[in-house]
Structures are given as structure tokens and as C-alpha cells.
Nanobody
Framework: QVQLVESGGGLVQTGGSLRLSCAAS????????MGWFRQAPGKEREFVAS????????YYTNSVEGRFTTSRDNAKNTLFLQMNSLKPEDTAVYYC????????????????WGQGTQVTVSS
């Protein structure tokens, strides 16, 4: 079993930045592909980004490409999402996710989920 705990959400103005973190435990971190999803009010959960075990493979949904960067520190069992140039439409609960395998492309789901952290971008 894998436990994922997100942190770093908050309120930021349009154009601002936030850095989300996800601490993983319960299984060797380097065996996991990691990702981020988000869910805005009244909308379905959507894929944001993913990263493979080494960090050399990454994939982003089109709407965040060039603004968001995901990375991982395998020594600290931690996943990050650096969010720059934030827009009001980025407002959502952001979820950390883990899968046993990674592939480039949009993830349809995950094996493990965090509890989520709220990101609110004011206009």
C-alpha cells in the first residue's frame, strides 16, 4: 500500500506561482510512476502531469504545458509540481497519484491517490 500526502496549496493571484509537494510512503518510491490530477468545482477529475521513476520521462496536458513542471526527489520520496503563470481556470483541488507503470500520454486513472490540496487563483 502507498500513502500520498499533498501540501503547498493555497490562494494566489493571477500570474503568480505555487509549488505543490507530495510525500510518499509505504512502498519503494523508485518503483512508482507519479502524476498529478486536478478537479475543479462541478467538473470531472482531469490529468495534469506525470513523471517516470527516473524523472527523465515527463508528460503534461496541453493546458499546463510550458507553465507547470513536475519533478521528483527519489532520495526524499517526494514529488513536486511547480506551477507558474497561474490562471483562474487552474483553480481546483490537486491530487497526487501513483501508478506501477508509466507511459507518455494522458492517464485515465491511478493505483493510489492522495487526499488533495486546494489551489485557488484569484482574478
Amino acid at each position: 500500500q502507498v500513502q500520498l500526502v499533498e501540501s503547498g496549496g493555497g490562494l494566489v493571484q493571477t500570474g503568480g506561482s505555487l509549488r505543490l509537494s507530495c510525500a510518499a510512503s509505504g512502498q519503494s518510491f523508485t518503483t512508482l510512476a507519479m502524476g498529478w490530477f486536478r478537479q475543479a468545482p462541478g467538473k470531472e477529475r482531469e490529468f495534469v502531469a506525470s513523471i517516470n521513476w527516473s524523472g527523465r520521462g515527463r508528460y503534461y496536458t496541453n493546458s499546463v504545458e510550458g507553465r507547470f513542471t513536475t519533478s521528483r526527489d527519489n532520495a526524499k520520496n517526494t514529488l513536486f509540481l511547480q506551477m507558474n503563470s497561474l490562471k483562474p481556470e487552474d483553480t481546483a483541488v490537486y491530487y497526487c497519484a501513483a501508478r506501477r507503470t508509466w507511459s507518455p500520454g494522458t492517464w485515465r486513472g491511478a493505483d493510489y491517490w492522495g487526499q488533495g490540496t486546494q489551489v485557488t487563483v484569484s482574478s
